[in-house]
C-alpha cells in the first residue's frame, strides 16, 4: 500500500511561513491525486488543499487561498505545502493523503503539527 510520511512542522510567529514535505512510497507517485488536510483539537479534519496527479491542477480551501501553495515533485516522490502569512488559526496537525488515480483506496500519513503562536 501507499506510505506517506510528513515533516516540517513546527512553530511559527504569526506572519510568518512554513514548508511541509510529504514523501510517498509503494506506487507509482504520478498516478497519486495528493492533498493536504488539518485536524486541529476537537474540530473535524478538513482540505487544505489538492493537486491532481501528474500536477495538473490544483484546488484550496477558502480559508487558505492566496496564503498556501501545494506543489509535487513526481520525480523525488515528494509533495509540498508553502505556508505563508500564517495565522494563529492554522494551528493543526497537517495530513498528507494519497489517492490513486484509477484503483481504489486512500491514504494517509502520520501528520505534523504546526503551532501558530506569538
Known amino acids: 500500500q501507499v506510505q506517506l510520511v510528513e515533516s516540517g512542522g513546527g512553530l511559527v510567529q504569526p506572519g510568518g511561513s512554513l514548508r511541509l514535505y510529504c514523501a510517498a512510497s509503494?506506487?507509482?507517485?504520478?498516478?497519486?491525486?495528493m492533498s493536504w488536510h488539518r485536524q486541529a483539537p476537537g474540530k473535524e479534519r478538513e482540505l487544505v488543499a489538492w493537486i491532481a496527479n501528474f500536477g495538473g491542477g490544483t484546488k484550496y480551501a477558502d480559508s487558505v487561498l492566496g496564503r498556501f501553495t501545494i506543489s509535487r515533485d513526481n520525480a523525488r516522490n515528494t509533495v509540498y505545502l508553502q505556508m505563508n502569512s500564517l495565522k494563529p488559526e492554522d494551528t493543526a496537525v497537517y495530513y498528507c493523503n494519497a489517492k490513486p488515480t484509477y484503483v481504489s483506496g486512500n491514504y494517509w500519513g502520520q501528520g505534523t503539527q504546526v503551532t501558530v503562536s506569538s
Open positions: 509503494g506506487f507509482p507517485f504520478s498516478f497519486l491525486d
